[in-house]
């Protein structure tokens, strides 16, 4: 090798060199440290009374909350979200920048419905959904969900930043890099997480499911006594408990055992219904329905007294659509119109979800809902054919109204119109009206 090649090896050495220890300390400066605590205690989770760690994935594992956040997710993320601009003569659908990626595609991985849907689950599960913007320019480009974000405002300078992990290391993002939707909360940085709050009712199902199902396991048999009225030796004490491995196990429920020596079995008296397992679900399930804010029967889960049927029922589906699913797209809109919309276009332009998307899947309550907007003249045929996916009709864009009510001083003018037409028709056909009569 030259001398040339040798220090052109030697410089590029030490230029690694350098660069190595450079991206060691940015890596040890962005490793998760203890004092990031909301860190930790997402990736750990909290421990109940009960003794059950809760952390996200195993709150997930519960039927009820997988449920709970599963149908509200998607209620949410199917309504269209449309864009408009206020004007004097009301408000208008625009066709805004936005729209491109909140409706169409908010990024190179997911679609809109996707994407809502993670927001809100997020919202659900931790009380905070956090997503990267994306920008060219001033303009929003994209949005990215940040798994376990988390905001975190600086003591000493009181500035707010935002954290999230990945891969075991902590990163951060200036406020304006983050649309931030917050859950309820006490009006801090971030919302309340149900599974924070809730940990003593996720620990206690987790708990009570889990026992149950060794019960099961073991063919549903308690726990029994061998007696025997000899001491035994440490190699009898090995030998049956290999033989009574083989009696253990749902698989081998019913099976008889063969004692000997003078032992004896006697089997402890507990069964599920003693041990209150059955009703322990059924609560649990209903608590946790309270955390999330779900009423049971939307879950499938009837409580004590209610069917699954009946005018109650779809009181109580409303119920759920007016504090359950209104409140979190109220929440989306508002922090829409706060951190993505221009600031000069936030006095004119907002965002909002389309609730009458629910109708869809009643057609008698969309049918009555559009015979009552037509009929009053607050909606023309052409614009309720629209709400069909329906072609406009040539004259469907004229308001119409019934005249069955009108005012006391109108009262035979109506008439008045019809007679004249029937005298009309009848001169045109040629027939005298006074002879008919």
């Not at 309504?79 to 003569?89: V, Y």
């Not at 061998?226 to 429920?253: N, P």
């Amino acid at each position: 090798m030259g001398i040339v090649s040798w220090t052109a090896a030697r410089a590029a050495a030490g230029a690694y060199r350098v660069y190595a220890s450079v991206a060691d300390e940015i890596a040890k400066e962005r490793r998760l440290r203890l004092e990031d605590g909301g860190a930790w205690s997402r990736v750990f989770g909290n421990r109940g009374a009960a003794g059950k760690t809760v952390t996200v994935d195993t709150a997930m594992s519960l039927a009820a909350f997988w449920a709970c956040v599963r149908v509200t997710a998607q209620a949410v993320s199917t309504l269209p979200l449309q864009f408009f601009e206020k004007t004097g003569g009301g408000p208008i659908a625009v066709d805004h920048s936005l729209a491109e990626i909140l409706v169409g595609s908010p990024n190179s991985d997911q679609t809109s419905l996707e994407y809502w849907e993670s927001v809100v689950a997020w919202l659900l599960v931790n009380g905070d959904a956090c997503s990267e913007i994306s920008s060219i320019g001033r303009s929003v480009s994209a949005v990215h969900i940040l798994p376990n974000a988390y905001p975190y405002r600086d003591p000493q300078s009181n500035v707010l930043t935002y954290k999230y992990t990945d891969r075991g290391k902590s990163y951060t993002l200036p406020r304006e890099k983050v649309f931030h939707v917050k859950g309820f909360g006490w009006g801090g940085d971030s919302g309340l997480s149900a599974i924070r709050f809730g940990v003593q009712t996720f620990s206690t199902a987790l708990a009570a499911f889990e026992t149950s199902g060794k019960l099961f396991s073991n063919g549903m048999q308690a726990a029994g006594l061998l007696t025997s009225e000899q001491v035994l030796t440490d190699k009898q004490r090995d030998q049956l408990d290999v033989i009574m491995q083989t009696y253990a196990g749902s698989e081998r429920a019913g099976k008889l055992m063969i004692l000997e020596g003078g032992l004896k079995y006697e089997k402890l008296q507990l069964n599920p219904v003693d041990a209150q397992l059955l009703q322990q679900q059924r609560f649990s399930i209903e608590e946790i329905c309270r955390w999330v804010g779900v009423p049971p029967i939307i879950i499938g889960h009837a409580p004590e007294g209610q069917t699954m049927f009946g005018s109650g029922v779809e009181q109580t589906f409303l119920a759920w659509l007016a504090l359950g699913i209104n409140p979190i797209c109220e929440r989306i809109e508002r922090r829409i119109t706060k951190q993505l919309i221009a600031p000069g276009e936030q006095k004119r332009i907002y965002a909002e979800f389309n609730r009458e998307a629910f109708l869809q899947m009643d057609a008698a309550a969309k049918a009555s809902f559009l015979s009552q907007m037509t009929q009053n003249g607050l909606m023309d045929r052409n614009e309720g054919r629209r709400k069909l996916n329906l072609p406009a009709r040539t004259g469907g864009d004229r308001l119409t109204a019934q005249s069955n009510l009108v005012p006391l001083e109108q009262l035979g003018q109506q008439a008045g119109g019809a007679n004249q037409a029937r005298a009309s028709l009848l001169a045109w056909l040629g027939i005298n009206s006074e002879a008919k009569q």
